[in-house]
C-alpha cells in the first residue's frame, strides 16, 4: 500500500472526486451530517475506538503515544476482526482510499493510526494487521472448550 492510495480528511470538508473509496472510522455518525452529504462509500464503526478510550483521549491530548497504544490493543481484538479486514481489502484494491473521521485535530486521531496501519508500520507484539488478529482469534478458538 502506497502512501499516495490512503489519505485522510475530515468528514465535513466536502467529498471530492480525487477521494476515492470514502470510508468513515468512526462509532458515532457526525453531529449535523446528513449521509448524502457526507458521501460515505462505507461505514466501519468498529475500527473506532471503544467509548472509554475516546473519552479518556478526549481529556488527556497530550499522551497521543499512549492512546495510539491503548488503540493498536483495540484493534487486535476479535471484535474489532472483521471491521479490519475489511480495510484492507478496501486498501489492497487498486483504487484510492479516504479514512474520514470527525475529529477537529487532524494530525493525532483513530484515522492517522488507521492510516499508519496501511502503510504497514511496525505494529506492537500483539499484531493487528491481518495476520495478527487472526493470530488471536486462533488462540482464542483454542481455549474455548469444546
Do not use: C, I
Request: aromatic share 6%; proline share 6%.
Amino acid at each position: 500500500m502506497t502512501a499516495k492510495r490512503v489519505t485522510l480528511k475530515r468528514v465535513y470538508e466536502p467529498p471530492a472526486r480525487s477521494d476515492g473509496t470514502r470510508v468513515l472510522v468512526d462509532r458515532l455518525w457526525p453531529r449535523g451530517l446528513s449521509k448524502d452529504r457526507a458521501a460515505v462509500d462505507q461505514w466501519l464503526r468498529d475500527l473506532a475506538p471503544s467509548d472509554n478510550l475516546r473519552k479518556w483521549f478526549h481529556a488527556n491530548r497530550q499522551a497521543w503515544t499512549v492512546f495510539r497504544k491503548r488503540y493498536l490493543k483495540e484493534l487486535a481484538r476479535p471484535e474489532s476482526a472483521q471491521a479490519l479486514d475489511e480495510l484492507y481489502r478496501l486498501a489492497n484494491r487498486r483504487k484510492k482510499l479516504t479514512l474520514l473521521f470527525a475529529s477537529k485535530d487532524e494530525e493525532q486521531n483513530n484515522a492517522a493510526v488507521l492510516k499508519d496501519l496501511l502503510e504497514g508500520m511496525r505494529k506492537p507484539p500483539t499484531g493487528s494487521g491481518p495476520g495478527g488478529v487472526r493470530a488471536v482469534r486462533d488462540r482464542q478458538a483454542k481455549k474455548m472448550p469444546r
